[in-house]
């Protein structure tokens, strides 16, 4: 029998009952970004870039210009002060080009083909009005696509994901390495841009898959074999580490050496998001919660879906959404779980062999730790089951729903059912009035 936690029908804290289908790959969609607050697009590997309206469902516009699969997109408004602002988005294809899209008239805005390898991904950094590119170089280009700097061939491997750190700086995942950059802004004294490699972090034992920024003080990596470190932003030193997800010392009924599994796909950390307080990590099959304070984890479900998540996200109310390569969407709930008061040591047996005060000592520190420590718990909420094949990433949009994609080639718009039927309701209601149809009753 599967370990995974199960549902029933009834899922009575789960909002998405309704579904709208999207149609128009053909191939596997890996990338959703949101462009405002009702726009999206989504990319993958037919090399096609679809605009979507998040509220209806409509498509917009079909962006055609990459000849193979899409590798990397990111979205950006221009700020040029004599243009009205923009949307935009960027896509990089394994074709070895970049195209800017502008997203209010669906047109290429410009095409660079300059690329000696694939680029893997995209970075855009607001602040200094320029956007990145990560391939086996390292890019810096301005909003007209004018090539500011570069670094030099860096490795085979290349750049597999970017963040911006402070103090202008970006780090990079280059296999096990994680190298820091420093962006050098034209000033007085000098009149081009430049990038500087400041430090290279070795800590990890196999290759970097996932970064994420916590705040301007802190960033996270994760490795292929369950690694998770947490860095200081400022001066790039590893504040902590938890490399052993599957020690079940935060399950008091577990046996302490039980493991995940052998391979390091049940261990690899493909996702991580966070908030203040805690960092989110999809790690094989499972969700961790780690305390970025207490610098432990404090919840998890070694077994959240059948196969790995590849893709994790919290909602602001204490929630959760996991997605999987079973097909499954998942909502977890945070919960505190209820303490039993420790019970007392039982005299007798041991007390002749002198163990009872040392039991005594032990039961007191046990009792004081539950004082002081909350035990967590997630709770599966929701099950949203729609997709045929591997979901490989969502994007919520509030009230407005939550979008999915999928190597099923389709896209699914997750709804309110109770806000649509209100919503229909209203509809009719209005449209009763102006046509003189609804008369009230006194």
Same mark, same amino acid.
């Given at each position: ?9 009834? &899922?009575?804290?789960?909002? =998405? ?46 962006? &055609? ?14 700020? @040029? ?20 899209? @502008? ?9 660079? $083909? ?16 320029? *956007? ?8 810096? *280009? ?45 000033? +007085?004294?000098?009149?081009? /841009? ?8 070795? +800590? ?41 997800? *599957?020690?079940?010392?935060?399950? $008091? ?8 599994? &052998? ?24 969700? =961790?919660? =780690? ?9 998890? !479900? ?19 959404? #996991? ?8 909502? /977890? ?42 035990? =967590? ?28 994609? #999928? ?6 718009? *997750? ?18 009035? !102006? ?8």
């Amino acid at each position: 029998k599967s370990s995974v936690q199960t549902i029933g029908e009834e &899922q009575i804290q789960n909002p =998405y009952t309704e579904l709208l289908v999207l149609k128009g790959h053909q191939d596997i969609v890996r990338f959703l970004v949101q462009i405002d607050d009702c726009r999206f697009a989504s990319a993958g590997d037919d090399g096609i870039i679809f605009l979507w309206n998040a509220q209806t469902g409509e498509k917009l516009f079909e962006l &055609q210009g990459h000849t193979h699969k899409i590798t990397a997109i990111a979205s950006f408004s221009s700020s @040029d002060a004599s243009e009205e602002k923009k949307n935009l988005i960027l896509t990089a294809s394994a074709d070895r080009t970049v195209i800017v899209w @502008d997203c209010t008239s669906g047109r290429q805005v410009q095409k660079v $083909s300059c690329f000696h390898s694939t680029v893997k991904c995209l970075t855009v950094l607001q602040r200094l009005d320029v *956007w990145l590119s990560g391939g086996s170089d390292l890019c810096v *280009w301005n909003q007209k696509l004018d090539l500011l700097c570069k670094t030099s061939h860096l490795t085979d491997a290349g750049i597999s994901a970017l963040i911006e750190l402070p103090k202008n700086c970006v780090a990079a995942a280059v296999g096990k390495e994680l190298i820091i950059f420093r962006l050098i802004a034209p000033n +007085d004294e000098s009149e081009a /841009w430049n990038i500087l490699e400041v430090k290279r972090l070795v +800590d990890h034992q196999d290759n970097i898959l996932s970064l994420v920024n916590v705040n301007d003080l802190t960033f996270v990596t994760g490795s292929h074999v369950g690694e998770l470190i947490v860095w200081d932003a400022l001066d790039w030193t590893k504040q902590a580490s938890e490399c052993n997800f *599957w020690d079940s010392s935060v399950h $008091s009924d577990a046996q302490p050496e039980i493991k995940l599994s &052998q391979s390091p796909n049940e261990t690899s950390v493909q996702h991580l998001t966070s908030d203040e307080e805690c960092v989110f990590a999809a790690v094989g099959k499972g969700i =961790y919660v =780690y305390h970025l304070q207490m610098k432990r984890v404090i919840a998890c !479900q070694r077994t959240a879906h059948d196969s790995s998540v590849l893709h994790i996200e919290k909602l602001p109310n204490r929630q959760l959404i #996991s997605c999987s390569e079973d097909g499954s969407v998942r909502i /977890w709930e945070l919960k505190e779980k209820q303490q039993l008061p420790a019970e007392p040591v039982p005299t007798g047996f041991f007390n002749m062999w002198g163990f009872g005060r040392a039991n005594k000592q032990a039961n007191q520190a046990a009792k004081k730790m539950q004082e002081t420590t909350a035990v =967590y718990f997630l709770e599966l909420v929701g099950d949203l089951i729609g997709h045929s094949s591997a979901v490989q990433m969502f994007l919520s949009f509030g009230e407005l729903g939550l979008a999915t994609c #999928s190597a099923d080639h389709l896209i699914i718009l *997750w709804k309110d059912g109770e806000r649509e039927s209100r919503l229909r309701s209203l509809t009719v209601f209005q449209k009763l009035a !102006q046509n003189g149809d609804l008369q009230l009753k006194v």
